[in-house]
């Protein structure tokens, strides 16, 4: 099977939620307990059997430095050297706030499905996918105009309940705000819903395929039918056809 009919899988979120290992566990079926985050993309690839075809998703990560809301300065600088470093911390930001446009759009482009990664120890990194899945919604569209679907994962989920810190119901109402299509409870480390979720990734990657392959169809039908009907406007406007 070719690279182009790869259906890509973008994994998204906060650092240190688990989203390399992710890629690592599904790809390579092995767990990275103590990792550096990623630079660059990490990708790989996962076969998935549906009925009697098998569907290839090109699963990939990136790290993302987030772009802060606000400017802190985090020491207290004299009066007079105050100006400076607001100056500096405003130039970074900056920097960081374009480095970090320019990137998502590559990053998105080309994407059949979107995962959404968060940290069930962290109540934060649940948060904090609204931005992102704001994010995928802003820089890839299918062609019907139609927002990519997304998948909502709360990892960690072998962890004893005492540092389980996220409610059931506060994934569902996240999930319910974000339009995420479904939502799972999973563990990197121990596989727990890992193929589960995969299995329906590969259900929507397919439909975003057949949805696609429409959309175009559809498309070109059209353009004949909108070129006849421009001709016979252009006829009727050089003989007086439209005169009484």
Same mark, same amino acid.
């Given at each position: 099977?070719?690279?182009?009919?790869?259906?890509?899988?973008?994994?998204?979120? /906060?650092?240190? %939620?688990?989203? *390399?290992?992710?890629?690592? +566990?599904?790809?390579?079926?092995?767990?990275?307990?103590? =990792?550096?985050?990623?630079?660059?993309?990490?990708?790989?690839?996962?076969?998935?059997?549906?009925?009697?075809? /098998? !569907? +290839?998703?090109? !699963?990939?990560?990136?790290?993302?430095?987030?772009?802060?809301?606000? !400017?802190?300065?985090?020491?207290?600088?004299?009066?007079?050297?105050?100006?400076?470093?607001?100056? &500096?911390?405003?130039?970074? =930001?900056?920097?960081?706030?374009?480095?970090?446009?320019?990137?998502?759009?590559?990053?998105?482009?080309?994407?059949?499905?979107?995962?959404?990664?968060? /940290? %069930?120890?962290?109540?934060?990194?649940?948060?904090?996918?609204?931005?992102?899945?704001?994010?995928?919604?802003?820089?890839?569209?299918?062609?019907?105009?139609?927002?990519?679907?997304?998948?909502?994962?709360?990892?960690?989920? /072998?962890?004893?309940? #005492?540092?389980?810190?996220?409610?059931?119901?506060?994934? #569902?109402?996240?999930?319910?705000?974000?339009?995420? %299509?479904?939502? =799972?409870?999973?563990?990197? +480390?121990?596989?727990?819903?890992?193929?589960?979720?995969?299995?329906? !990734?590969?259900?929507?990657?397919? &439909?975003?395929?057949?949805?696609?392959?429409? =959309?175009?169809? *559809?498309?070109?039908?059209?353009?004949? *039918?909108?070129?006849?009907?421009?001709? +016979?406007?252009?006829?009727?406007?050089?003989?007086?056809?439209?005169?009484?």
């Amino acid at each position: 099977m070719s690279e182009a009919s790869h259906k890509k899988v973008i994994v998204i979120g /906060d650092g240190h %939620v688990g989203k *390399t290992c992710f890629v690592a +566990k599904v790809t390579e079926n092995k767990f990275i307990p103590n =990792y550096l985050p990623t630079m660059g993309v990490e990708f790989g690839v996962k076969s998935i059997r549906r009925g009697n075809h /098998d !569907v +290839k998703l090109k !699963v990939q990560t990136k790290c993302f430095l987030r772009a802060p809301d606000t !400017v802190t300065i985090t020491s207290r600088p004299s009066p007079h050297r105050q100006c400076g470093d607001i100056g &500096r911390a405003l130039e970074k =930001y900056i920097l960081r706030q374009e480095r970090f446009n320019s990137l998502m759009p590559q990053f998105c482009r080309g994407a059949a499905v979107a995962i959404v990664m968060c /940290d %069930v120890t962290q109540p934060a990194t649940l948060q904090s996918t609204k931005m992102w899945k704001q994010l995928v919604d802003k820089n890839v569209l299918q062609p019907n105009g139609q927002s990519i679907p997304a998948v909502l994962l709360i990892n960690k989920f /072998d962890l004893p309940k #005492q540092r389980q810190l996220i409610s059931v119901e506060a994934i #569902q109402e996240v999930a319910r705000e974000c339009s995420f %299509v479904r939502q =799972y409870q999973i563990s990197v +480390k121990d596989s727990t819903n890992i193929l589960e979720a995969l299995e329906f !990734v590969a259900e929507l990657a397919e &439909r975003y395929e057949d949805e696609e392959r429409t =959309y175009l169809d *559809t498309a070109a039908l059209s353009l004949p *039918t909108m070129y006849s009907e421009h001709r +016979k406007r252009q006829m009727n406007c050089c003989t007086g056809g439209g005169n009484t």
